[in-house]
């Protein structure tokens, strides 16, 4: 019989409140659910599952009303693990987080974000207005200062409409010393400067 881990945490606003009956998923590469639950009144959620890597976490409620989607992404769940997921009405889709080898010792994230008030404008650019002053950075739950800032446009869909992205690189934690192999989080929360309209993402890679 597979061992078996426990996933849990909680689903609050960009204000800390939680939110009941939020919809918690864990995901195949494909985005099929493969285990899922809802929060209960006080915003917890708790998954039993075998021990793996999953592609990826979705939580959300009232999504493309009130709130766009809450990702992580790669958990290495061999052991219990606590994630807990803000949602508001921004998005951040594709999380990356790489290092790359021969550079400043740092981190290189990408991203795409995504504003819910511009999409139900039907605006051609949902990208909400951010700038590296309304972006925090964690790596492993430690504050991070970001050190370059880049814009890409990234083609998406299948009539490949063009969509704004971001590269950036962050540097590591101060004192904080990394081995090869090991497994780090990086959290990403970006504000837009025009709404204060919040969004989170993570993800798990490998140093």
Known sequence: MNAT?????????????PLEAADVQL???KFEPLFQTKTDSKGHYELLVPVGVYPFFFACKDYGTNNLEY????????????LNAVI????????HAFVIRGAAPGFSLYFRPMSL????????DICPNISSESVQ???????VAITAWNEVK????????????????????????FTPGQSLQALLEIKDQQTGAKGQASRFFVY
């Open 71 to 82: 990702w992580s992404q790669d958990l290495p769940l061999d052991h219990d693990m606590q």
């Open 27 to 29: 995901m195949d590469r």
């Open 137 to 143: 950075v964690w790596i492993d739950q430690k504050p």
């Open 117 to 124: 008030e511009k999409a139900l404008n039907k605006e051609e």
């Open 154 to 177: 990234e083609h998406v869909g299948p009539d490949a409409k063009v969509m704004k992205a971001f590269l950036i690189q962050v540097r590591r934690p101060e004192g904080v010393s």
């Open 88 to 95: 508001d009405k921004l998005e951040i889709y594709g999380l």
């Open 5 to 17: 881990v426990k996933l849990f945490g909680t689903v609050s606003n960009a204000n800390g409140e």
